[in-house]
């Protein structure tokens, strides 16, 4: 678990939700999520689906839950009710991986935006990993975190956003380009 969120993300939501969300006995509720502080505001709190997020000084944080199923559930919510009421969260990134991937992962949006009925492709893809029976660890955190995107909207603007944006999720879903295979159409 350890480094798997952003503290960029994690107080991100907190804000969305204390923007958006409904007073509730604890703090504010939004889309299943309750967000509150300590009384000097030094460690915000995150809880719903059986969890608890705690997050604090120096960037740490630390999950309470039961069963890990718990736990993807709150990330899911979390992430899903950021990306719905949050456009400019996801900003271009700043910092490129290598110019060749960079170019690339360029490419494949430029052809979502022109072509949106190639998102197909992706789920198709991640159809087709999601049931491989030896991926690596991050490959199927990256595949999760697209469904992730996928549920959260249909919009090809906003999935093309997130998979720019410089925060976790966007950096993990650039990482393997075998997501995108089959979105350009190669001559050679």
């Known amino acids: 678990m350890k480094n798997e969120l952003d503290g960029k993300l994690i107080l991100s ?3 969305k939700i204390i923007q958006h969300g409904e007073d509730h006995e604890d703090g504010k509720l939004y889309e299943g999520i309750c967000a509150f502080s300590d009384i000097d505001g030094y460690t915000v709190y995150l809880k719903g689906s059986g969890v608890l997020l705690r997050f604090g000084f120096h960037n740490t944080y630390h999950l ?3 069963h890990e199923k718990n736990k993807e559930d709150f990330l899911r919510k979390c992430f899903i009710s950021l990306i719905r009421n949050c456009k400019e969260v996801m900003k271009r ?5 290598s110019k060749q991937q960079q170019a690339f992962i360029n490419q494949v949006i430029n052809e979502l935006k022109s072509n949106p009925d190639k998102l197909d492709i992706i789920r198709e893809n991640l159809s087709y990993y999601r049931e491989q029976q030896f991926l690596k660890r991050g490959f199927l955190l990256a595949i999760e975190r697209f469904d992730w995107v996928f549920e959260a909207s249909n919009d090809v603007e906003q999935i093309c956003a997130q998979i720019l944006a ?13 997501l ?4 350009l159409e190669r001559t050679y």
């Open 166 to 178: 410089d925060d976790y999720i966007g950096k993990r879903l650039r990482r393997y380009p075998l």
């Open 180 to 183: 995108y295979k089959g979105i």
């Open 13 to 15: 939501v907190y804000e």
């Open 64 to 66: 309470d839950y039961q």
């Open 93 to 97: 990134r700043v910092k490129a991986e």
